[in-house]
């Protein structure tokens, strides 16, 4: 089964955590795929999607959401995963974030979603950024706070079908 795992990033987290589900669900049928450099990746070509987005100052990167909306019908004859990444500690606040970044229809039909974490790295941010992350999280410095249970969570549930229990 040959995957796909698409993704936008803005400073990085989002690619190493693509990276990461990659190696954990085996790297060798997985293309990572991102958005800002391939801005139209053929589905014909894989069986399953993963797709993943960073969240900004509450918000999805734009083109992820435009991407499955794009897509969505071949989306829909593939297994699907969602996930999201941002540093947003409150899970509603999580559950509105990943609404807002993948249709409906893709929510509906996702083998897993989860909010995967994120990072504060200051020294791939601007000044302004870096100003309003120190004002809104009161961080002084670069924090990653990767969620790798979630991780491995979402790697268990996405293989689950390749997998199934026998009763």
């Given amino acids: 089964m040959k995957t796909a795992i698409i993704f936008s990033s803005k400073h990085g987290t989002t690619e190493k955590v693509a990276g990461i589900l990659a190696e954990n669900l085996g790297k060798e049928n997985i293309s990572l795929i991102n958005l800002k450099k391939d801005k ?7 069986d399953s999607v993963i797709l993943g987005t960073a969240i900004y100052a509450g918000n999805p990167i734009k083109n992820i959401k435009s991407f499955a909306l794009k897509n969505e019908s071949n989306l829909k004859n593939k297994k699907v995963g969602l996930f999201i990444c941002g540093m947003d500690p409150g899970k509603e606040k999580q559950e509105e974030q ?18 995967l974490g994120g990072e504060f790295i200051f020294e791939d941010m601007n000044f302004f950024e870096r100003f309003i992350i120190k004002k809104i999280s009161k961080a002084e410095k670069s924090i990653s706070l990767i969620h790798h249970e979630n991780i491995k969570k979402f790697v268990e549930e996405f293989k689950d079908e390749e ?5």
């Fill in 40 to 46: 139209n990746p053929d589905l014909n070509a894989y």
């Fill in 98 to 115: 990943m609404k807002a970044s993948f249709p409906d229809s893709l929510m509906q039909q996702a083998k897993t979603k989860h909010y």
């Fill in 163 to 167: 997998n199934p229990v026998e009763t």
